[in-house]
């Protein structure tokens, strides 16, 4: 895991729970404080190059922004995964763009882009071995609430045109 503060301490602690090597580096981390999490502290090559699953748990400030770009992205495993909840804009999202289209790496999980909302456009919404969502990765109970009635009402509206006989406005968000 890339960081290893208060909830990439909660995602080391899970992996624990499921006998996981855990692994983790940044720029602050040492030796000691990730042994208190039952990590193992490893230098930034050691963990791009051993992590089958690569967890991006740091702020976003000038000294993360693009911490992992093509050099990063080379030491990966063919089949490692980078799952980014984070910010965007620590991961380069060009780099990460070529990295995925070449297979150099198995495949990322994102809910945080550069832009955000992610355009209709974009790559991340087309490459197979991308899983994208929208910026959900940190809730409260107002975007819960906005989440599930807009649910709802969207299910209502649909239910309500195929009662009338009208064909779905699939393509409607509210």
């Known amino acids: 895991m890339l960081g290893l503060g208060k909830i990439g301490a909660r995602v080391a602690a899970i992996g624990n729970a499921f006998g996981m090597r855990v692994i983790a580096w940044s720029q602050n981390l040492t030796p000691e404080a990730a042994a208190a999490h039952g990590v193992q502290w490893v230098d930034k090559e050691a963990l791009l190059s051993q992590s089958d699953y690569l967890t991006v748990h740091l702020l976003l400030s000038d000294r993360t922004r693009g911490i992992i770009g093509s050099s990063e ?24 763009i070529e990295a995925l289209r070449h297979e150099a790496i198995g495949g990322a999980a994102l809910d945080v ?45 649909w239910l309500s045109d195929q009662s009338n006989g009208a064909s779905p406005n699939l393509n409607a968000v509210t």
Not at 73 to 96: C, F
Not at 136 to 156: A, H
Request: positive net charge.
């Open 73 to 96: 992205l080379a030491l990966m495993k063919s089949t490692a995964i980078l799952i980014n909840t984070s910010r965007g804009p620590i991961v380069d999202e060009k780099a990460l």
């Open 113 to 157: 882009y550069e832009v955000e909302p992610l355009p209709a456009d974009h790559p991340f919404r087309f490459l197979r071995n991308v899983l994208p969502s929208p910026h959900i990765g940190y809730v409260s109970e107002r975007l819960y609430r906005t989440f599930y009635e807009d649910t709802v009402r969207n299910l209502r509206q």
